[in-house]
């Protein structure tokens, strides 16, 4: 069992930059790939970032490309997702998430944290 925490959420201008942080609870962390997810109100959860246990491979959705961050500290077992230029549309509650096999995969993310709410003014 990996218990995820997020923090680093908030209310931010469009244009702005946020990072958020994920804690997890055990040192097995260190070998799950992670993922950030999102869902706004009103639609479905989507994928936005992920990164190989290793750190040594990332992916992310196409609409945060080039704004967006994900990177890791296994000694931490932390993970992070640094966020600028936002906008408007990337406001959400924000997840982090553990993947027991295929990280491209959702249904593969087993461990989740409870969220953080990004609100982006503009």
């Known amino acids: 069992q990996v218990q995820l925490v997020e923090s680093g959420g908030g209310l931010v201008q469009a244009g702005g930059s946020l990072r958020l942080s994920c804690a997890a609870s055990?040192?097995?962390?260190?070998?799950?790939?992670m993922g950030w997810f999102r869902q706004a109100p009103g639609k479905e959860r989507e994928f936005v970032a992920t990164?190989?246990?290793?750190?040594?491979?990332?992916y992310y959705v196409d609409s945060v490309k080039g704004r967006f961050t994900i990177s890791r500290d296994n000694a931490k077992n932390m993970v992070y997702l640094q966020m600028n230029s936002l906008k408007p549309e990337d406001t959400a509650v924000y997840y982090c998430a553990a993947a027991t096999g295929n990280p491209g995969d959702i249904n593969t993310y087993n461990f989740w944290g409870p969220g953080t709410q990004v609100t982006v003014s503009s």
């Open positions: 990164i190989s246990w290793t750190g040594g491979s990332t």
């Open positions: 055990r040192r097995t962390f260190n070998y799950y790939a």
